[in-house]
């Protein structure tokens, strides 16, 4: 009985090992996927203020041309009167 006894448990002790080895090698698989998920949120996050910049000095330069053709459009308008 105390032979049967040894064998379980090294065979719940190999059990184990191999749970513990399999556990572990979900986490490292799971820390590379958190990993390349936090890359891809800051290459967004990146890409985000880009398209912002880009956005407001598109909305900058539509102000001033908008702007500009105020004043050109009021010039005339005042050549006219003249």
């Known amino acids: 009985e105390l032979r049967s006894l040894r064998v379980q448990a090294e065979e719940t002790t190999v059990a184990h090992e191999r749970e513990t080895k399999a556990l572990r090698e979900q986490a490292t698989v799971a820390a ?3 990993d ?3 890359r891809e949120a800051e290459e967004a996050r990146a890409q985000l203020r880009l398209v912002t910049e880009a956005r407001a000095a598109g909305r ?4 001033e041309a908008q702007r ?3 004043e050109s459009r ?3 308008e005042a050549q006219r009167r003249q």
């Open 74 to 76: 009021e010039g005339r």
């Open 32 to 34: 590379k996927q958190r």
């Open 68 to 70: 500009e053709a105020r």
């Open 60 to 63: 900058r330069e539509l102000l």
């Open 36 to 38: 390349g998920a936090l």
